[in-house]
């Protein structure tokens, strides 16, 4: 099955007050030392996996650049990157090529690399199309930015755009988010990701949310029934435009989902490189079903060439992913495939939990088919919780 790469740049040009991933605001003099770190990182990849006992495919249908923001890096260190990995990895064609970017960054120069690389899909870090909700959160683009970089991409025929809005940002109001959202569908953009706040402690935003304070505009933060609302209303409208949900958090135009992010949820193997980029290949041990492995997520530690975190995968564990990754996916699970891998017991101990969520309104089941109901992706971490607490 072919791979998908992940390759993490955590350079930011701001640190959004939301933001809890391992990216920040660091002096352009780190990022060559960090590219070289990288690209060594691709070249050995496959003695890294074979001391892990992965299985390490060397076709590959899907490259994604997150961020942070990596149309920070020079345009020399992007195409560097696209180098390395195809001198090591063998590229189909047709792969999906991402790349994550923040409005505001996408100049004709970084176009004109892109085409070079072949890179054929960008994400739009928009998050709003209010400017003071965006600058509420320390984004630094404007509506017209995202509009500016969406006329801007589709002219140098990269058409395969997404764009990410989060539904609970400060100043946040039901008018206000059905403003962002009637923006994206008139953009035509093929993909959109609506995400709610995450309230945690590894966010500035989100530490002052738990403290009940101001800074950060948190005192203008939406309350959670009024964010679960946005959510509804996003699935509702993007639907009613045709750019239908297919996960929790992704919605698209028919035949435009995100191949990359599908192999998350559906297990398929994927390699990451960089800042605490994850990675899940099949076990060649028979004691296990997979190894996840992820690098550290400090910049310094990680240029450092401290060890990998390592995650040996059981055949309990995996049983436990496949029901709370592949529940994330409108088309949910079939229960007789799972039967097929893992045996007739370990599923049928799963029914209790399955019958238990159905009678709540949780969980549809049709046949060997199950999948969440609206209600259950409200209330997804309440259900996937479950899953993980049962042991066969």
């Given at each position: 099955?072919?791979?998908?790469?992940?390759?993490?740049?955590?350079?930011?040009?701001?640190?959004?007050?939301?933001?809890?991933?391992?990216?920040?605001?660091?002096?352009?003099?780190?990022?060559?030392?960090?590219?070289?770190?990288?690209?060594?990182?691709?070249?050995?990849?496959?003695?890294?996996?074979e001391q892990l006992c992965g299985k390490l495919e060397?076709?590959?249908?899907?490259?994604?650049?997150?961020?942070?923001?990596?149309?920070?890096?020079?345009?020399?260190?992007?195409?560097?990157?696209?180098?390395?990995?195809?001198?090591?990895?063998?590229?189909?064609?047709?792969?999906?090529?991402?790349?994550?970017?923040?409005?505001?960054?996408?100049?004709?120069?970084?176009?004109?690399?892109?085409?070079?690389?072949?890179?054929?899909?960008?994400?739009?870090?928009?998050?709003?199309?209010?400017d003071q909700e965006a600058a509420s959160v320390g984004?630094?683009?404007?509506?017209?930015?995202?509009?500016?970089?969406?006329?801007?991409?589709?002219?140098?025929?990269?058409?395969?755009?997404?764009?990410?809005?989060?539904?609970?940002?400060?100043?946040?109001?039901?008018?206000?988010?059905?403003?962002?959202?009637?923006?994206?569908?008139?953009?035509?953009?093929?993909?959109?990701?609506?995400?709610?706040?995450?309230?945690?402690?590894?966010?500035?935003?989100?530490?002052?949310?738990?403290?009940?304070?101001?800074?950060?505009?948190?005192?203008?933060?939406?309350?959670?029934?009024?964010?679960?609302?946005?959510?509804?209303?996003?699935?509702?409208?993007?639907?009613?435009?045709?750019?239908?949900?297919?996960?929790?958090?992704?919605?698209?135009?028919?035949?435009?989902?995100?191949?990359?992010?599908?192999?998350?949820?559906?297990?398929?193997?994927?390699?990451?490189?960089?800042?605490?980029?994850?990675?899940?290949?099949?076990?060649?041990?028979?004691?296990?079903?997979?190894?996840?492995?992820?690098?550290?997520?400090?910049?310094?530690?990680?240029?450092?060439?401290?060890?990998?975190?390592?995650?040996?995968?059981?055949?309990?564990?995996?049983?436990?992913?496949?029901?709370?990754?592949?529940?994330?996916?409108?088309?949910?699970?079939?229960?007789?495939?799972?039967?097929?891998?893992?045996?007739?017991?370990?599923?049928?101990?799963?029914?209790?939990?399955?019958?238990?969520?159905?009678?709540?309104?949780?969980?549809?089941?049709?046949?060997?088919?199950?999948?969440?109901?609206?209600?259950?992706?409200?209330?997804?971490?309440?259900?996937?919780?479950r899953f993980i607490s049962v042991k066969t």
């Open positions: 099955m072919p791979l998908g790469l992940y390759i993490s740049v955590p350079f930011c040009r701001s640190k959004c007050s939301y933001c809890n991933f391992a990216s920040d605001v660091f002096s352009r003099a780190v990022h060559q030392g960090y590219i070289n770190r990288v690209c060594d990182s691709i070249e050995h990849a496959r003695d890294v996996s060397r076709v590959a249908d899907s490259i994604f650049l997150g961020g942070g923001t990596p149309t920070l890096l020079d345009i020399d260190q992007l195409e560097r990157l696209f180098v390395t990995i195809r001198s090591t990895f063998d590229v189909l064609a047709d792969a999906e090529i991402t790349v994550e970017c923040a409005p505001g960054t996408i100049t004709a120069a970084v176009v004109d690399a892109f085409k070079r690389c072949g890179i054929n899909r960008v994400s739009l870090g928009v998050q709003s199309y209010v984004r630094l683009h404007k509506r017209q930015t995202v509009m500016d970089d969406i006329a801007r991409l589709r002219a140098a025929g990269i058409a395969d755009i997404n764009v990410d809005l989060i539904a609970g940002l400060p100043h946040q109001t039901a008018e206000s988010w059905e403003y962002s959202l009637e923006q994206a569908v008139a953009a035509g953009v093929p993909h959109v990701s609506v995400y709610m706040l995450e309230v945690d402690g590894d966010s500035r935003l989100g530490r002052e949310l738990i403290a009940g304070g101001t800074k950060y505009h948190a005192h203008f933060v939406p309350n959670e029934d009024m964010v679960a609302d946005f959510y509804e209303e996003a699935c509702a409208r993007l639907d009613a435009a045709g750019v239908h949900q297919y996960e929790i958090s992704n919605f698209s135009r028919d035949g435009r989902e995100s191949r990359h992010n599908l192999k998350y949820w559906r297990r398929h193997p994927y390699l990451g490189f960089g800042v605490d980029a994850h990675s899940m290949l099949s076990a060649t041990d028979e004691g296990m079903e997979a190894v996840r492995f992820s690098a550290p997520d400090s910049l310094e530690e990680y240029v450092a060439g401290r060890p990998l975190n390592i995650n040996p995968i059981s055949w309990q564990a995996a049983l436990e992913e496949i029901f709370f990754l592949g529940l994330r996916l409108n088309d949910g699970i079939d229960l007789d495939s799972v039967e097929r891998k893992f045996g007739i017991t370990p599923v049928s101990q799963m029914l209790n939990v399955i019958d238990e969520c159905a009678s709540e309104g949780l969980i549809n089941r049709q046949d060997s088919r199950i999948s969440l109901t609206s209600r259950g992706r409200l209330l997804s971490n309440e259900v996937f919780e």
